[in-house]
T-cell receptor
Framework: AQKITQTQPGMFVQEKEAVTLDCTYD???????LFWYKQPSSGEMIFLIY??????QNATEGRYSLNFQKARKSANLVISASQLGDSAMYFC????????????FGTGTSLTVIP | ETGVTQTPRHLVMGMTNKKSLKCEQH?????MYWYKQSAKKPLELMFV???????ENNSVPSRFSPECPNSSHLFLHLHTLQPEDSALYLC??????????????FGEGSWLTVV
């Protein structure tokens, strides 16, 4: 079974609007971390935001927030006030405490911001 | 400025060549990784090193040979590659302890083309 599922291969958003990128995960480990990365066309994977499984509040980092719904096993990324520079691939990832250094990545969502 | 640097950024090599990719991390981490990213495929974990010891080798062909002389440096030696090995190769590092909150940080990647 897929550990991380991203069902949106491509998304479009108008500049200055908000957009939600979906991510669901599968784990039986009670302790895990969820991450989002941005990959522009240059190739570098840029860490955006982290959510721990025991965190009570949704993580926020500037214009990025993570909508964490534990019962649904979803960890959607919300980007507010989209900018042209947000156009990139976005990857959701998970790390389980029991499997140590194994990071599981989704297949990514390509986001295009339209002027 | 990234804490993980990769060289070269771009490499074109013939199928009979021998070349190496280099990765250096300046974050004080003790786990390092090689990932392969092919077009329209998810990230594939190739190798993991913890404290210079290889702990993961995901059925990678022997034409890829990793080397980790210390916790800060990681190499990927390439020999008699095939055109299908053309991809973006991403190096990453993280802290070793099993806390699920330990983020993995990536380098800018090395774009490899095998001709």
């Amino acid at each position: 079974a897929q550990k991380i599922t991203q069902t949106q291969p491509g998304m479009f958003v108008q500049e200055k609007e908000a957009v939600t990128l979906d991510c669901t995960y599968d784990t039986s480990d009670p302790s895990y971390g969820l991450f989002w990365y941005k990959q522009p066309s240059s190739g570098e994977m840029i860490f955006l935001i982290y959510q721990g499984s025991y965190d009570q509040q949704n993580a926020t980092e500037g214009r990025y927030s993570l909508n964490f719904q534990k019962a649904r096993k979803s960890a959607n990324l919300v980007i507010s006030a989209s900018q042209l520079g947000d156009s990139a691939m976005y990857f959701c990832a998970m790390r389980e405490e029991n499997t140590g250094n194994q990071f599981y990545f989704g297949t990514g969502t390509s986001l295009t911001v339209i002027p | 400025e990234t804490g993980v640097t990769q060289t070269p950024r771009h490499l074109v090599m013939g199928m009979t060549n021998k070349k190496s990719l280099k990765c250096e991390q300046h974050l004080g981490h003790n786990a390092m990784y090689w990932y392969k990213q092919s077009a329209k495929k998810p990230l594939e974990l190739m190798f993991v090193y913890n404290f210079k010891e290889q702990t993961e080798n995901n059925s990678v062909p022997s034409r890829f040979s990793p080397e980790c002389p210390n916790s800060s440096h990681l190499f990927l030696h390439l020999h008699t590659l095939q055109p299908e090995d053309s991809a973006l190769y991403l190096c990453a590092s993280s802290r070793l302890d099993t806390s699920s909150g330990n983020t993995i940080y990536f380098g800018e990647g090395s774009w490899l083309t095998v001709v």
